[in-house]
């Protein structure tokens, strides 16, 4: 058996961005010995990355919000697809999670009257995002970063997890290699939460980073847990285009929440010819309505530009396919035109969205307060995920655990800005309060050596293989193949198609090679994550040839327009007991009727206005 | 485009040797993206961290041509292309492989400063109220990405090799926006003084020169610190330190 060094913890945190950082402060407030691992070095996960805010009904701003309204906003923006009692939670529990932030070291933008300042967002109906300026990632990752190393995690930098280990269905432990030697670890624990991220990596223009291949989501689909929603793929409409290496990186929804307009070559705002019914009510209908918005009018309506992400995405999609696009096939981004409107616009521009007008200026050699950007739809999200219980975060497997956007549930068809950043917050800590309590109920586990040595083999096999073929071509590949075939709109028959290539990868992947040592190699490590990539994409492409309709993140040619009948359920995949993907359609959870008091109210207060 | 020639460090510990590559370099193109395309084409084992592609994570850090940078914020364009291009990693901590090195060190000091330790709640629902001009300073110091390109090129520390009695410019304004956090009743003075080293910094502000989020570490942070240090243990009198606690 190979060689391998053993970690032993009650509960194991696999990824160390917002969610995982969170479940780990939690489950070691409760007493329990907590391991964390990550890929990449600490502070960098993706959750860094995020821009606009966190979104949480504090009605700081507007104190017409209320956690009813965030949860009624939640739930129309996931076209009712969402599991209503996350969707519940998350609105009545983001407040508190935001504000204990604050108590460790946080420090929000603030309102006049020195309360956290809140930013309007597409989908929400008030202004809800706490933010800082354009890297409220950044301030969240840091600070329950600085928060987590005081209280005795053991933080494992750079370990990849391959493998969850189980002892009679129940989590016990996972089996990971270190990138730095290459050398193969084995955690042995009683509850693991799984907060690996999304599935970015799978297409090839997208605002995810290398770390998102899908791990999460494979490692408990491997260990007989099920994954939900997996069509509902996020297409941010605003992605940088050009220069060609930038294509993909994201422009934040923040610069419309600033007033930016979105236009088309011929400088139409076309934007306000599609509005859609079920918005109609709480729409701006003129160009001056949806300035006063974003300048905190209360009485006026938001502009169209800030309608739900799915939305905007096909509109600019839209724009291209009939010839009106931007030369480099997208949409302008214009939020120099607010110095018409506001004095000292430059300054201001600057000061909101810093890491904007830096990004374009130094890689696109534009100046954001003098030209529009060039923006279109790049991959940003995924709805779906890991399949699990509500309130306790816990899949079908015993003690494992999944939160943030590795778990599903709580955006349905689609998610709104700032959502996902307050869904870390507060199912993060759930996630780390039941896995530890599931630790100190459950007695001892034993870790099984063949399963271990099994995973072991796995993970070498591509050094077995020299000669065999370029990891990265296979990547790249795969990533131009879901873009192309399972993209921001799908058809039938390309998705058949996709399912047969999908097949060919695998037989591909099968046989990709790693040359070199096993001391920080990336090959080896791109020829390891390929399997997650081609699983998530199968499972991704599945369901989205089940669901004939359009709905959310989730467009169909053949099929633009929702039905009814598929608005009653979810789609569930699993791996079956040959190992094949296994699907089924699950009723949706009905939404109690307290719940569907609130829905109904919130729809009947936008329509008297 | 036109294909360019690189000289990129590659080797394990200590041991290594600059080694040449030709890629093609298209419109646009940043020095990461030159990497990443020379890993998939010819040196798939070739170690390079990166997240973000964005100037987000401060992951990429290297020295291109001599110069420490972010690899994905420096464009190709920038740099002339007729003469080969240098690659190497940072040179203030010890190399891994290639162009990684090992930084745990810096995870190591920033344990060692004392965390946040906030004043009670001013209001009732346990919320704070702070005034936007009484936290644009921290704010400053909160961009920082941690890509401890400013730890490379401290002399201290790069030079003089003095990680055990000095935390570095990243850590001195980690400490800063500490301090001038409006809530924070925490005092690190005397282990600025004692622990930190805070007196081996000689005001060179190369530090302030490479901070690709453009923190003026020395002029807003470090400075002030000292006078706090000064303040704190030379000059009894002046104790009150407004600049600090505006509101404490
Ligand atoms: C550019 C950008 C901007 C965004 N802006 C916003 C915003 O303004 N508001 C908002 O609400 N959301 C935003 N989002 C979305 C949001 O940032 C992410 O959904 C969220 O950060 C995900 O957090 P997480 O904790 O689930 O995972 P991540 O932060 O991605 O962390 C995943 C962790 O898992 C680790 N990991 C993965 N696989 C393994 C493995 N096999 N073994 C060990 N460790 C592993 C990784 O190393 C990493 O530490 C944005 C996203 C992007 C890309
Ligand atoms: S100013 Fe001080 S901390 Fe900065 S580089 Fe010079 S000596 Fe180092
Ligand atoms: S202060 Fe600037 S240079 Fe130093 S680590 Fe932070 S971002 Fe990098
Ligand atoms: S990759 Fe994130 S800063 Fe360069």
């Known amino acids: ?609 | 485009m036109s294909q360019v020639t690189f000289r990129i460090w590659r080797g394990e510990g200590k041991e290594g040797e600059f080694k040449e590559y030709k890629t093609e370099i298209t419109e646009g193109m940043v020095v990461l993206d030159a990497v990443h395309q020379i890993q998939a084409e010819s040196a798939g084992d070739m170690a390079v961290r990166w997240n973000c592609k964005a100037g987000k994570c401060g992951s990429c850090s290297a020295e291109v041509n001599g110069m420490p940078k972010l690899m994905c914020m420096t464009r190709m364009n920038t740099l002339p292309q007729d003469k080969p291009i240098t690659i190497e990693p940072i040179k203030a901590f010890p190399r891994i492989k290639d162009l990684v090195t090992d930084v745990s060190w810096n995870f190591d000091v920033k344990k060692r400063i004392k965390k946040f330790k906030p004043r009670p709640p001013d209001a009732p629902d346990g919320t704070w109220r702070m005034q936007q001009e009484d936290i644009d300073r921290p704010q400053e110091f909160r961009k920082c990405i941690e890509c401890f390109l400013c730890q490379d090129v401290c002399h201290v520390l790069r030079d003089h090799h003095m990680h055990e009695s000095f935390i570095g410019p990243r850590f001195l304004i980690y400490t800063a926006a500490l301090e001038m956090h409006p809530l924070d009743t925490e005092n690190r003075a005397k282990d600025l003084k004692d622990e930190f080293g805070i007196g081996l910094c000689n005001i060179t502000k190369c530090c302030t020169k490479v901070c690709p989020e453009n923190i003026t570490i020395t002029d807003n942070g470090i400075i002030p610190l000292k006078e706090r240090v000064v303040d704190e243990f030379f000059d009894p009198v002046n104790k009150l330190l407004r600049i600090f606690k505006p509101n404490s």
Not at chain 1, 119 to 147: C, K, S, W
Not at chain 1, 326 to 349: C, Q, R, V
């Open chain 1, 1 to 609: 058996m190979s060689d391998f060094t053993t970690h032993e913890h009650d509960v194991l945190v696999i990824g160390a961005g917002g969610a995982g950082l969170r479940a780990a402060i939690e489950a070691a407030a409760s007493g329990v010995k907590v391991g964390l691992v990550c890929k990449s070095l600490l502070g960098k996960a993706h959750t860094v990355m995020a821009e606009g805010g966190a979104a949480a009904a504090m009605g700081n701003v507007d104190d017409r919000d209320s956690w009813k309204v965030h949860f009624a906003d939640t739930m129309r923006g996931g076209q009712y697809l969402n599991n209503p009692r996350m969707a519940q939670l998350h609105a009545q529990e983001a407040p508190e999670r935001v504000k204990e932030l604050e108590a460790w070291g946080a420090l929000f933008d603030r309102t006049k009257d020195g309360r956290i300042l809140q930013r309007n967002f597409g989908g929400h109906r008030y202004p809800r995002l706490a933010h800082v300026g354009d890297r409220t990632g950044l301030e969240m990752i840091r600070v329950l970063q600085d928060h987590g190393i005081h209280q005795g995690i053991d933080v494992h930098m750079e370990v990849t997890v391959t493998k969850l280990l189980l002892d009679g269905g129940r989590i016990a432990g996972a089996f990971a290699y270190d990138r730095e030697r290459g050398r193969f670890r084995v955690f042995k624990c009683k509850a693991i939460v799984i907060a690996t991220g999304g599935i970015g990596r799978a297409y090839e223009i997208t605002s995810n980073s290398w770390e998102y291949t899908g791990d999460g989501q494979t490692l408990a689909y491997d260990a007989g847990a099920e994954l939900l929603d997996m069509e509902f793929v996020q297409f941010h409409p605003t992605g940088m285009i050009w220069p060609p290496s930038v294509r993909g990186i994201l422009v934040t929804e923040g610069v419309r929440g600033e007033g930016g307009v979105l236009k088309n070559k011929a400088g139409e705002r076309f934007m306000f010819k599609d509005i859609p019914e079920n918005y109609k009510n709480q729409t701006a209908d003129n160009p001056e309505e949806g300035w006063r918005y974003t300048q905190g009018d209360k009485n006026a309506r938001r502009p169209p530009e800030l309608l739900t992400r799915d939305h905007v995405a096909r509109c600019i999609q839209r724009e291209v396919r009939e010839g009106r696009g931007s030369p480099h096939g997208g949409a302008f981004l214009d939020i120099a035109w607010i110095k018409e409107k506001i004095p000292g616009a430059k300054e201001h521009i600057k000061k909101k969205l810093p890491s904007m007008y830096h990004q374009f200026k130094q890689l696109a050699d534009i100046d954001i307060t003098e030209t529009p950007m060039e923006v279109g739809p790049t991959t940003h999200y995924i709805m779906g995920g890991v399949k699990v219980d509500g309130d306790t975060q816990m899949s079908k497997v015993p003690g494992l655990f999944a939160a943030g956007e590795a778990a599903a549930g709580l955006h349905g068809a689609n998610r709104l800005g700032g959502n996902s950043l307050s869904d870390l917050l507060v199912f993060g800590k759930r996630a780390g309060q039941f896995a530890a309590e599931f630790a100190k109920k459950n007695g001892n586990v034993k870790v099984d050596e063949a399963q271990v040595s099994a995973a072991a083999k796995q993970a070498l096999e591509p050094f077995d293989r020299q000669g065999g073929e370029n990891p990265y071509t296979v990547q790249q590949d795969l990533q131009k193949m879901m873009q192309k075939l399972v993209g921001i709109v799908r058809q039938e028959e390309e998705m058949k198609q996709a399912m047969g290539e999908l097949e060919k990868l695998k037989a591909r992947a099968a046989k990709v090679g790693a040359f070199g040592n096993r001391e920080y190699n990336p090959g080896w490590h791109t020829a390891l994550d390929l399997r997650n990539l081609l699983t998530v994409s199968e499972a991704i492409t599945r369901a989205a040839i089940e669901r004939k309709e359009s709905r959310g993140g989730h467009f169909r040619d053949d099929y633009p327009n929702k039905d009814a009948a598929a608005a009653k359920f979810n789609l569930v995949i699993w791996k079956g007991d040959g190992g094949a993907q296994q699907m089924r359609r699950e009723a949706r959870a009905d939404i109690p009727a307290d719940l569907k008091q609130i829905i109904d109210d919130e729809a009947k207060a936008t329509e008297v206005k």
